[in-house]
């Protein structure tokens, strides 16, 4: 059974299309959103399990996945460096560094009071944010249908979120431990305090929906190079892991203390190596759909298919975890399915064309 698309086209606009598909067969779409939540979700299983053991592993589990990426770029997208680059290089530069100063500035928020009910909000606006960059930038507008189901994704994934939060920190007794000093001459109850880190909170957001706009007007100007943007983007920022490598190389050392996991034909395995491999590997598959969804689709798209993988991640914690699922979380549910069906728009009652 073949897949049909809605395309949405108003003749006296440009950019109310969904996917593009001049290359690309209409199956390909549905397969790479069904990669993206099959790799990006296992990849959630293997870092589950490999923090449970060792906690404080991030920096070795980041750099193997950065590192595994850019090999497999240099080898087989690169050809060992006889494949030139089709973008410039000081495109990919200005690309990494919208995705750091993102990274930094949302983290960095919390060391203005910020309440973690309110970070998690802005985190969950990633769909608001792109359809106002998307406005603002290309100048692109949407019928009304999509600002509703944007609007009912973005409050589902809020009442999820903030729910689960509730249950945690109802089954955890409060503790008191250090927090990060302000910066100085800031006072963390100050109004004005609160108002500068969300300040930084907004123009977080602002900078990773603007990443989004940018990698889709890279592709529409250079073509569609997805897997050497892949590629230069997890090369760059390599050398940013040296100061992290006494930390990388301890818990390397814990790895390979683990217990051994018999592992044909290679013999016995330390089983958190065994654990780390898988997550790279699920890690890449994930990534570089991410990646190919992006040189097809507008970044609203992909935003959006990125929050549902999110919020998929979400309920599969709830039933891994055995954690209640409550009201709120049914309120949420339900609101995600309708925002996402609004906006799929899979009955074509929304549609100014033919199906194609």
Not at 83 to 92: C, D, H, N, T
Not at 221 to 230: F, N, P, T, V
Request: hydrophobic share 50%; with cysteine; glycine share 6%.
């Amino acid at each position: 059974m073949y897949f049909s698309f809605v395309v949405q086209v108003n003749s006296e606009r440009k950019g109310h299309w969904n996917c593009q598909q001049e290359e690309y067969t209409v199956m390909n779409i549905p397969l790479i959103i069904f990669l993206v939540m099959l790799g990006c979700c296992s990849n959630v299983i293997f870092l589950e399990c490999l923090t449970k053991v060792h906690p404080g592993c991030g920096n070795l589990v980041t750099f193997s996945q950065f590192l595994f990426i850019a090999l497999h770029g240099f080898i087989f997208t690169m050809r060992c460096g006889k494949e030139q680059s089709k973008i410039p290089l000081r495109e990919y530069i200005i690309m990494v560094c919208l995705f750091f100063g993102s990274s930094v500035l949302n983290n960095y928020a919390l060391n203005f009071g910020i309440p973690m009910p309110l970070h998690m909000i802005f985190k969950s606006g990633s769909l608001v944010a792109n359809l106002f960059m998307g406005m603002v930038v290309l100048r692109r507008f949407y019928p009304r249908h999509k600002y509703a189901a944007v609007a009912l994704v973005t409050v589902g994934i809020i009442l999820s979120t903030i729910a689960s939060q509730s249950v945690k920190s109802a089954e955890k007794p409060a503790v008191e431990g250090p927090t990060k000093a302000p910066p100085s001459g800031l006072d963390r109850s100050s109004p004005a305090t609160l108002a500068l880190g969300v300040a930084i909170l907004t123009a977080a957001l602002l900078l990773a929906a603007r990443l989004g706009i940018f990698q889709e007007v890279l592709y529409r100007d250079y073509g569609r190079h997805s897997q050497q943007a892949l590629f230069i983007t997890h090369t760059l920022p390599l050398p940013l892991f040296v100061p992290l490598l006494p930390d990388i190389y301890h818990h390397a050392q814990l790895f390979s203390q683990s217990e051994p996991v018999l592992l044909a034909p290679f013999g016995a395995v330390p089983k958190l190596w065994l654990l780390l491999g898988c997550n790279v590997v699920t890690q890449y598959l994930c990534i570089s759909m991410v990646f190919r969804l992006t040189e097809q689709c507008t970044s609203l798209v992909v935003t959006l298919v990125v929050t549902l993988r999110k919020f998929a991640s979400l309920l599969f914690s709830i039933w891994y975890f055995s954690n209640p699922f409550v009201a709120q979380h049914w309120l949420g549910a339900a609101l995600v399915l309708a925002g996402t069906l609004l906006f799929t728009d899979p009955c074509g009652m929304f549609a100014v064309q033919t199906i194609i």
